[in-house]
């Protein structure tokens, strides 16, 4: 299944070059009063709405996707997990460019750990990247993201799949400097998740994907997911030995080499293997 949001909070699955509106299916979501339990309802809820989903979009309203506003597939993810230099080639070459590492200490992944975004950066695929510092170089990076679809706490990679939703393209935009990851990959627009939510039934294997991304046409970074340092499994399993994870997490996987800077009035054009592609303007940012 191909899950979706677009338009005015739309729930939709996509068949095809068409949008299935299965908004009303939400009406079966348990209803909550504050404090809101921690995650994503929708994505909590997906494997007992599932079958509901699919039967709703048999004969429910069709709209083309050329015509739609694409979402972030989920509403509203706890936390997004970032796992810096974890392709090799990656590795190599923000160590060899001053512009990329402005003097820090860069580490492998084993011993960077993980990072976190804020969750007011997330757009989707019809929203625009807002450079906000045109000052500075302001980068792409393409990566495979994780949706987790359960709680886990300390699990162990053996398990880790079994806890997952779904995966998306994810874009992990950054802008370069000498601050901390986090505070230059958390500004609003830099997380972009998209076209829509491939659900882990349908990808068996997301290990060995390939991912791209071109800027205007012009191809830059290119690479498969078997080059991944740690792959998802093992990723899940070091997130979850920090902090327990809840449906609609986060998991930006990593991206391989070949960032590059990116202005206002580029184009980016994204895609992995078996989920789909997405177009991507950029603006600048005025308060």
Not at 76 to 105: C, F, M, T, W
Not at 142 to 161: F, K
Not at 251 to 273: F, H, K, N
């Amino acid at each position: 299944m191909r899950l979706c949001r677009f338009n005015e909070q739309r729930i939709g699955i996509v068949r095809g070059h068409e949008i299935r509106d299965v908004t009303s299916v939400l009406e079966a979501l348990p209803a909550h009063r504050y404090p809101f339990p921690a995650g994503d309802a929708l994505i909590a809820a997906l494997p007992q709405l599932a079958p509901r989903l699919i039967a709703a979009s048999e004969s429910a309203p069709a709209l083309s996707l050329e015509h739609a506003r694409l979402l972030a597939p989920l509403a509203n993810p706890g936390k997004i997990i970032g796992a810096p230099v974890n392709y090799r080639r990656h590795l190599e070459e923000v160590r060899a460019d001053p512009g990329l590492h402005h003097q820090s200490q860069i580490n492998e992944i084993h011993r960077a750990g993980l990072f976190l975004k804020a969750t007011s950066s997330l757009i989707g695929a019809s929203q625009p990247i807002c450079i906000r510092h045109p000052e500075r170089r302001t980068d792409h990076e393409v990566e495979l993201a994780a949706v987790i679809g359960s709680p886990c706490d300390r699990i162990s990679r053996d398990v880790a799949l079994q806890h997952v939703a779904g995966y998306c393209i994810g874009l992990d935009i950054t802008v370069r400097g000498p601050e901390e990851r986090s505070l230059r990959k958390s500004i609003d627009s830099y997380t972009v998740l998209g076209p829509w939510l491939v659900t882990a039934d349908e990808l068996a294997d997301a290990g060995d994907l390939a991912l791209s991304i071109a800027v205007n046409g012009v191809a830059r970074q290119s690479a498969r997911t078997s080059e991944m340092i740690l792959g998802v499994p093992e990723l899940i399993e070091l997130a979850s030995s920090f902090y327990t994870l809840y449906p609609g997490d986060v998991l930006l996987t990593g991206t391989p080499a070949g960032v590059g800077p990116i202005e206002p009035g580029d184009v980016l054009q994204a895609r992995i293997e078996a989920i789909g592609e997405m177009s991507v303007g950029v603006i600048t940012s005025r308060a």
